[in-house]
């Protein structure tokens, strides 16, 4: 089946710092999504690509499914990003990764 | 915007117990779906419905049964809770039911079973 692997799995950041998450997957994919589950459970829709690359704030997604990976960069990391962040591909389905613990610290 | 609710936060049952889950949206989307995710675990798909009164299941229906009573509320019931179970189940919607559609989510309900 689809199998979609996530890493780093945890990643620790001092504030005002950056770095990349990614997304591998095994198949041709029509688009990624993009989550973060925060302190309360609430999962929290940061981006959806069917290509290229998309912006928000301090954060960047780039999508390739030719080469079959996703890319999610956050830059000048606050206290609030801190969580866990899921992509999940669509094929014939959605598949979620597993996630990777992301930690800001002062 | 929209919301999805979902009641209750935090549910402790009994092994062998039926125990059901209430999730509803405002966002008049078609399609509504039930996760559960596991520690160190991506989040699985039980059960899904495309419109009203619809049921398909996901990879992990076994042991659940849903129920799509109106366009804005899903429902799950756990058939049977197995002990020292520990799972947070987790509704979304989107506006259809194809694969590549932004999915909305609720805030979850953390299943303890003792």
């Known amino acids: 089946g689809d199998q979609v692997e996530q890493s780093p799995s945890a990643l620790s950041l001092h504030e005002g710092t950056g770095s990349a998450l990614r997304c591998n997957f095994t198949?041709?994919?029509?688009?990624v999504q993009w989550f973060r589950k925060n302190s309360r459970g609430s999962l929290i829709n940061l981006f959806y690509?069917?290509?290229g690359t998309k912006e928000n704030g301090r954060l960047k997604s780039a999508f390739d499914s030719k080469e079959r990976y996703s890319t999610l960069h956050i830059r000048d990391a606050q206290l609030e990003d801190s969580g866990t962040y899921f992509c999940?591909?669509?094929?014939?389905?959605?598949?979620f990764g597993i996630g990777t613990r992301v930690l800001v610290r002062p | 915007g929209g919301i999805i609710t979902q009641t209750p936060k935090f549910l402790i049952g009994q092994e062998g117990q039926k125990l059901t889950l209430k999730c509803q949206q405002n966002?008049?989307?078609?399609?509504m779906y039930w996760y559960r995710q596991d520690s160190g675990k991506g989040l699985r798909l039980i059960y899904y419905?495309?419109?009203?009164?619809?049921?398909q299941k996901g990879d992990l229906s076994e042991g659940y049964d849903a129920s799509r009573e109106k366009k804005s509320s899903f429902s799950l019931t756990v058939t049977s809770a197995q002990k020292n179970e520990m799972a947070v189940f987790l509704c979304?919607?989107?506006?259809?039911?194809?694969?590549?559609?932004?999915?909305?989510f609720g805030s979850g309900t953390r299943l303890t079973v003792l």
């Open positions: 419905s495309i419109t009203e009164n619809d049921l």
């Open positions: 999940a591909v669509a094929g014939n389905k959605l598949t």
């Open positions: 966002f008049n989307h078609d399609t």
């Open positions: 979304a919607s989107s506006r259809t039911g194809t694969s590549a559609e932004t999915l909305y």
């Open positions: 690509l069917a290509s």
């Open positions: 198949t041709t994919m029509r688009a």
